[in-house]
């Protein structure tokens, strides 16, 4: 069993920078593959990013590659997700999500913990 605590969200100006973070706790974490998926109003919950057990593996979205990073400190049992230049379409609510012990780029049916979200606004 693992709990999972999003913080970080907020709103920002098109171009700035969030960094989400999600701490875990349970026995398990650091054998759990961890992603962020976002969803918008309207619109399924999609993949964002991912990132395995060790750190050593990471997938992102076609959309964030390049603006956003995906990283882990097991000795802290939270996962971070590094957001810049960021763009009003990212909007959305950021779920962290624990999963298998690889990282694959999969949608929410791979995941099978999830925080309660955190929102992201980005104004023009």
């Known amino acids: 069993q693992v709990q999972l605590v999003e913080s970080g969200g907020g709103l920002v100006q098109a171009g700035g920078s969030l960094r989400l973070s999600c701490a875990a706790s349970?026995?398990?974490?650091?054998?759990?593959?961890m992603g962020w998926l976002r969803q918008s109003p309207g619109k399924e919950r999609e993949f964002v990013a991912a990132i395995d057990w060790s750190g050593g593996s990471t997938y992102y979205a076609d959309s964030v590659k390049g603006r956003f990073t995906i990283s882990r400190d097991n000795a802290k049992n939270t996962v971070y997700l590094q957001m810049n230049s960021l763009k009003p379409e990212d909007t959305a609510v950021y779920y962290c999500a624990a999963g298998p012990s690889g990282a694959a780029p999969s949608g929410a049916k791979r995941y099978d913990y999830w925080g309660q979200g955190t929102q992201v606004t980005v104004s023009t």
């Open positions: 349970g026995r398990t974490f650091r054998l759990n593959g």
